[in-house]
């Protein structure tokens, strides 16, 4: 059995919003660096699956913030596999600060697709030949939730140019965030509660498309849904601030 592998990081000017402190965005997309350094430190990254024409792929994601770290905050992520099958395995995060306070977590699934057909294939073979990277230490929050059904009472539109794509061709997480955020309000999105974000990819979107993308917004949560065809949800999400 492996040990849980810790990553360093700041808080640097172009990871924070007029606030000064951490976009959900910015810390989000630490999380995912960090998945990729791991499993390419540990010898199934995706250079050694693109050798085989396959990749990983993000399938569900699950993030909890705390509170949002100022700028220039140095803090730490430890990762860990708790997990494999044969379609999805699961990879955590813990966020903690120099003073050793943990102020985030998050909970992630991956597939492996054969990057020819774009279709899912047999990941149990990194279980067996890896499986002193499996950590039996459970993950740190709950995993992430399906969202079933979305009515969104807006909408709107975005055209997938190059800066939204990511090595697998199709459109990155962290733009799929984003393009969710910039549908809120300001002072939702900058106030200082907990937050947790769910968000489920059910189709890929690549380069040219039109997405639509609808808003469900609630109380202290709304609910996403992004479509490249205008009827068949990719991406489904929630994210949901909560009262302390």
């Not at 020819?116 to 499986?131: I, M, N, P």
């Not at 039996?136 to 055209?159: G, L």
């Not at 799929?176 to 489920?200: F, G, K, N, W």
């Not at 993308?213 to 992004?226: D, H, K, T």
């Amino acid at each position: 059995m492996g040990e849980q592998s810790l990553y360093n990081y700041r808080v640097e000017p172009q990871d924070v919003d007029f606030t000064l402190r951490a976009t959900l965005a910015s810390l989000g997309a630490s999380i995912l660096n960090t998945a990729g350094q791991d499993a390419y430190g540990k010898g199934f990254g995706v250079d050694v699956l693109n050798a085989e024409n396959h990749s990983w792929v993000l399938s569900r994601m699950a993030i909890e913030i705390d509170r949002r770290p100022e700028q220039y905050t140095d803090y730490v992520i430890a990762t860990w596999i708790s997990d494999y099958g044969r379609v999805l395995s699961t990879r955590n995060f813990t966020l903690t600060d120099a003073s050793g306070r943990e102020f985030g977590r998050a909970v992630t699934q991956w597939a492996m697709i054969d990057l020819t057909t774009r279709t899912a294939v047999d990941l149990s073979w990194v279980g067996r030949e890896h499986d002193d990277a499996v950590v039996p230490v459970p993950p740190p929050a709950e995993k992430p939730r399906k969202i079933r059904a979305v009515t969104p009472s807006r909408c709107t539109e975005h055209r997938v140019v190059y800066s939204d794509i990511d090595f697998n061709r199709h459109v990155n997480t962290m733009r799929y965030i984003e393009m969710m955020l910039d549908m809120l309000p300001l002072d939702l999105l900058t106030q200082e509660a907990p937050v947790r974000l769910d968000i489920h990819f059910l189709k890929e979107c690549r380069f040219g498309q039109t997405l639509t993308v609808g808003c469900e917004e609630r109380e202290q949560s709304a609910l996403f849904e992004i479509s490249g065809d205008g009827t068949t949800a990719a991406v489904r999400a929630q994210i949901e601030w909560r009262r302390e």
